[in-house]
């Protein structure tokens, strides 16, 4: 074979095979194409599942939402009963402290009479032993519901 006609075989076989390059040229650009799309569905299908989350933790907030106002509420209500109890330990001091002065001027009245009355002796022993235990009641918390026992 001469170098013509290999030419020439070799022109022909390039014309017969130009569709066939064609179509794996075309094959390549369509997987291409193709894997392009997928990773395009995947990153809208990662959106999706994004979005989906999104709303029902908003829906799960939205739910919440009335409980925690409702917990707020409670803890203004224990935070202004706690404020209430604070000042009623303050008052119970306070009048423990003028029981105290109000004993002491008894106390040194009597002393001072040269004769003490039995009576007068055992309403001071009264009021000395109704003072201890209202004391110890204030000391142990002895609370009833939200007031104090006198």
């Known amino acids: 074979m ?8 070799l022109e022909a076989i390039d014309k017969a095979t130009a569709p066939l390059k064609k179509v794996v040229e ?6 291409d194409a193709l894997k392009s ?10 959106q999706q599942n994004d979005l989906n989350d999104w709303n029902h933790a908003k829906a799960r ?8 106002q409702e917990a707020q ?8 009963s706690i404020q209430g109890e604070a000042d009623s330990q303050r008052q119970l001091a306070a009048r423990r402290r ?13 002393h001072g009479k040269e004769r ?5 002796v055992a309403q001071n022993q009264r009021l000395r032993q109704t003072l201890a235990r209202l004391w110890q009641k ?6 009833c519901g939200s007031r104090w026992h006198w």
């Open 2 to 9: 001469n170098a013509l006609e290999l030419k020439v075989v």
């Open 26 to 31: 075309s094959g390549k650009e369509a997987a």
């Open 37 to 46: 799309a997928r990773q395009s569905l995947a990153g809208l299908e990662k």
């Open 61 to 68: 907030l939205d739910e919440l939402a009335p409980k925690l």
């Open 73 to 80: 509420q409670r803890h203004e209500g224990l935070k202004a």
């Open 98 to 110: 003028a029981a105290l002065r109000e004993l002491e001027r008894h106390t040194q009245a009597l």
């Open 116 to 120: 003490i009355s039995a009576r007068e």
């Open 138 to 143: 204030h000391q142990s918390g002895g609370r």
